[in-house]
Nanobody
Framework: QVQLVESGGGLVQAGGSLRLSCLSS????????MGWFRQAPGKEREFVAG????????TYADSLKGRFTISRDNAKNTVYLQMNSLKPEDTAVYYC????????????????WGQGTQVTVSS
């Protein structure tokens, strides 16, 4: 069983930055692909970014390329999401997810999910 715990969310002004972290329990972290999703009030959950088990491949939502960066540290069982130039429309609950097979954008490929961390961007 894999447990994921996100941290690093909070309130930030537009144009600011935040770095989210997701700590994974268990021994399989280094073999799992990881992803970040987000869900704003009244909207569906959407893919943000994904990273392969060895960081060899990263994928981003087209609208977020250039502002968000996903990375991981397998020695620390942690995946990160660096978010720069934040906008009010980035306000959402951000979820970390782990997949045994893929770091793609389809949420069903992810087997484990964290509880989420709130990010609020004020204008």
């Amino acid at each position: 069983q894999v447990q994921l715990v996100e941290s690093g969310g909070g309130l930030v002004q537009a144009g600011g930055s935040l770095r989210l972290s997701c700590l994974s329990s268990g021994r399989t972290f280094s073999r799992n692909a990881m992803g970040w999703f987000r869900q704003a009030p009244g909207k569906e959950r959407e893919f943000v970014a994904g990273i392969s088990w060895n960081s060899g491949s990263t994928t981003y939502a087209d609208s977020l390329k250039g502002r968000f960066t996903i990375s991981r540290d397998n020695a620390k069982n942690t995946v990160y999401l660096q978010m720069n130039s934040l906008k009010p429309e980035d306000t959402a609950v951000y979820y970390c997810a782990a997949s045994k097979v893929s770091s793609g954008s389809y949420y069903r490929v992810y087997d484990y999910w964290g509880q989420g961390t709130q990010v609020t961007v004020s204008s």
